[in-house]
Every structure is written in structure tokens, then in C-alpha cells.
């Protein structure tokens, strides 16, 4: 936003939609800035979050030690788990693996910037419309 001041008025940007807000999300917002002193500065961190914590489930469930107390993760049996979590409590709601591997129908935002001088917070509040892929179940 910086870079094209007020070059950009008018200009519209795609974007990776926020979750909904959640109970566990907004106490995860608190906690962070209660830790840190200030809010993530990624609007991606939640998604992340989640990301990791079945990254973790899954290894969780197909981490083996050997004789000599090695840790060995099977790929095979990680990506099987991972293809087939169902139901997993996350911050950003109840997350279920697709066929591909993912979890969650992407959803975009097109937004137009109106006012370059108040940055992304101009971006945030001018949705013009959500972008909703219900063929990636498929």
C-alpha cells in the first residue's frame, strides 16, 4: 500500500478472507498480545496456527521410536492421516480435509482502496465482494 500511494486510489487487490471470529480466535488474539504487546501482524496467523496444530495431531498419530529412540515419521502414513482428518477443532472453526489434501473452501475478498493514507485499514473496510470456491469440494 506504501509503495503506490496515492497512485493506488481506485485500485482494486484480491485477497485471502479472514476467518470468522471465534471464541478461541479472539482469546488466541489476546493471549498473543498479552505476550507480545501487540496484535499479530500477519492476518494469515490464524490460519497458520491451525495449519500447525493438525500438522501436530497428525504427526502425533504416526510418530514411532525405534529400538534406539529415534523418532521416525512415515511420509505415507502422515499424508493418510492428514487426507483423512475429519472434524478437527481449530481456532478458525471445525476443519475437514478435502481429497487434495486441504482443509476449508477458500474464500477471497476483493478489495478497493480509497484512501492510501490510511493503509491496510482502508483495504479491511472496503470489501467490494467475497469470493467463495464451492467446486474445491469436489
Known sequence: VDAVGNAGTGMFFLSIAPSDRTPE???LV???????????????????????NVLIY??????????????QIGRKA???VLYNTR??????????????GDFGIPRFVVVKMEDPEKGAADLKKNIV??????????
Open 78 to 80: 502422515l499424508r493418510t
Open 30 to 52: 489476546q493471549d498473543f498480545q498479552d505476550n507480545f504487546g501487540e496484535s499479530p501482524q500477519s492476518t494469515l496467523f490464524d490460519f497458520g496456527y491451525d495449519a500447525m
Open 129 to 138: 465482494s467475497t469470493i467463495t470456491s464451492k467446486n474445491h469440494l469436489k
Open 87 to 100: 472434524q478437527f477443532k481449530g481456532i478458525t472453526g471445525v476443519l475437514n480435509a478435502t481429497k487434495f
Open 58 to 71: 497428525a504427526i502425533e498419530k504416526v510418530a514411532k521410536s525405534d529400538y534406539q529412540g529415534n523418532v
Open 25 to 27: 480466535l479472539n482469546q
